[in-house]
């Protein structure tokens, strides 16, 4: 199936049904009085999470969206029909913003709780409504309320605990393959990911979280290059990063430039990202001159107090070990609550 995470719909609400004028009619009864009903209620539109779904695909297609009109009153006092309300399922992590405003009207976060977005257009009374002293035959009625339209802008990010960060074909996606069941694209060359892939990774102590593999990020990426900002905002939602440093001492990078470069990227995007807790990692070490790379790493970075934890996805080295000390920490993230956004596999 297509990803697709950003969408743009319209959606309208039913107006209501319009109010009766009516007069009861029966037989020796002279003066039966007005007996206009009044006119249904509009149906409303809400937006509720949806754990099956993955992907706005449905929404690219299909732009315009309408709950049921209010029907009209009609004699004897009866109420015209409610309109049907428009539940819309959405996948976990969208958000529903107002086009013209720009503002976040609903995160969608949470499964089967519907978030309103456009309230139920009111029906028009019918003119029994009316009858007072000086007034005992009321002609008038009124019309139902206006059906209300909104462009909305819906924009999904994933719902991970750990994101899997790094330059293009650094290993990420070889890594959520060893740790989870995620069977996403790997090849030889850059780009190779082009959608972020979630995998539920299950520890041995029965802890467990979701991983997500973000599309590799180049230098400029807050600003649009390579696939950019398309992806940066899948890191959002998370609560730790686990920074993948290439060591292939073929690459013809220096892994330090790399470390730098993606944090400098995640600080241009947005300050909350820069300061995303990170298990930095140095992969790749299966490869013949990839530790004497790490090396140069380590001695980089010692002076800002980074541990490193060096793996090889390929033959498991490191693994063990790595996935202990991402418990550890999201063990201590879960109980600070921070952030909140992020639910857990558990």
Known sequence: MKFIDEATIEIT????GNGCVSFHREKYVPRGGPDGGDGGNGGSVAFIGSPHMTTLLDYKYRQHWSSERGGNGSGNNRHGKNGKDLVIPVPLGTEVIDVETGNVVADITAADRPTLIIEPARGGRGNAHFVGPTNQVPREAESGFPARTMRIRLS???MAEVGII?????????LITRISHAHPRIADYPFTTLVPNLGVVKISDGMS?????????????HEGVGLGIRFLKHVERTRLLIHIIDCDPENGRNPYDDYMMLN????SYSGSLAEKPQIVVAGKLDIAGAREKLEILKESLKGLGIDIFPISAMNGEGI???????ARRLSKLRLSGI?????SAE
Do not use: M
């Not at 790094?166 to 070889?174: I, M, R, V």
């Open 339 to 343: 952030p909140d956004a992020a639910p």
């Open 320 to 326: 063990t070990e790595l996935l202990h000390e991402t």
């Open 209 to 221: 979280f979701v991983a997500a593999d973000i599309p590799g990020i180049i230098e400029g990426a």
């Open 156 to 158: 999904l990010k994933v």
């Open 13 to 16: 609400a039913g107006a209501g």
């Open 264 to 267: 400098r990227e995640l600080s």
């Open 166 to 174: 790094g330059y293009p074909n650094a290993g990420k996606s070889t």
